[in-house]
């Protein structure tokens, strides 16, 4: 019967998400176009590297530094590798490191700055030194510290990435939960019997949520910048693995002998994700914000 009854109930609630993320998407074409470009670069890093036409490790002197043709839409690198199928393959590194970078900042940063936000005291005075700390540095060039020290790899980017962004989700959930853990609706479900966890994570938690979106999709883009920094400075992603940085490193040794196309079309492509990133913020505040539902 329970299970009978909650049904309802569920596919209503289903059906009025559905309904508010149509109502954005309709309301903003902005966001909409946003999502749409979101669309393709996921569908890109998903499907690409089994679409692309070459394999984009595979070298071949005979075809080297080609402009882009009808065989080679992007053109071709100094060892002959097609510009397009690395572009391509590249961009799942490229958004596999952002995404994961983002997640594991976001859930440490949340996490940190609700304790400090909601209970203060000496937590927050610890926590706030901590993140003062942090961001005293040139954020790139701390980056760039702890790949060198713990070695250039992936998760060692993404570790470095995931670090230099925990301050700004912490100090922003900190700022709304100290905000709203005395308001009325946080009083009143301490009263209906809830514990300090379950009035923060249900009640005051989800109300942070529409700000740390923007901040998320800002990041998101700044994760693939500097991923691409570091590997352009050759301290990421090591060759020849495909990844943006990389191919705009070394076709910037080219552009002076006129071979443009090594490092304009994987710049293009760092370009397009950034900017789609950066117009996702507003669509997805809306998209989570309870102020904004009817």
């Known amino acids: 019967m329970s299970d009978l009854a909650s049904a309802p109930g569920t596919t209503k609630g289903t059906d009025s998400t559905f309904a508010h993320i149509v109502y954005v998407l309709r309301s903003n074409p902005v966001t909409l176009l946003a999502f749409a470009m979101f669309?393709?670069?996921l569908?890109?890093?998903?499907?690409?590297?089994?679409?692309?036409p070459y394999d984009p490790l595979q070298s071949n002197a005979a075809r080297a530094l080609q402009p882009p043709s009808f065989d080679h839409w992007f053109g071709t690198d100094n060892l002959g590798r097609d510009?397009?199928?690395?572009?391509?393959?590249?961009t799942r590194l490229d958004l596999a490191i952002s995404v994961a970078a983002v997640a594991l900042s976001f859930v440490i940063g949340s996490v940190l700055g609700s304790i400090a936000g909601y209970w203060g005291g000496w937590l927050d005075a610890v926590l706030n030194r901590l993140f003062d700390t942090i961001m005293a540095f040139p954020l790139f060039v701390l980056a760039m510290g702890i790949v060198a020290a713990l070695g250039n790899t992936v998760e060692n980017i993404v570790y470095a990435t995931a670090v230099i962004n925990i301050p700004f989700y912490a100090r922003l959930v900190r700022a709304e939960v100290n905000i709203r853990r005395d308001a009325g609706f946080a009083q009143a479900a301490k009263l209906a019997g809830n514990s300090d966890i379950q009035v923060l994570a249900l009640h005051i938690f989800p109300n942070a949520l529409p700000p740390m979106m923007v901040q998320v999709s800002l990041n998101l883009g700044?994760?693939?910048l500097n991923a691409a920094g570091l590997s352009f400075i050759g301290l990421g992603v090591?060759?020849?693995?495909?990844?943006?940085?990389?191919?705009?490193?070394?076709g910037a040794n080219f552009i002076v002998?006129?071979?443009w196309w090594l490092a304009i079309f994987p710049g293009l492509a760092l370009m397009f994700a950034v900017f789609t990133f950066n117009l996702l913020g507003d669509g997805?505040?809306?998209?989570?914000d309870p102020r904004q539902r009817s």
Do not use: F, N
């Open 39 to 41: 669309a393709v670069l």
């Open 43 to 52: 569908l890109t890093g998903i499907l690409g590297p089994a679409l692309v």
């Open 83 to 90: 510009v397009l199928s690395r572009v391509v393959v590249a």
């Open 222 to 224: 700044w994760a693939i």
């Open 238 to 250: 090591r060759p020849p693995t495909a990844e943006w940085g990389i191919m705009v490193a070394e």
């Open 257 to 259: 002998s006129g071979e």
């Open 284 to 288: 997805l505040r809306d998209i989570v």
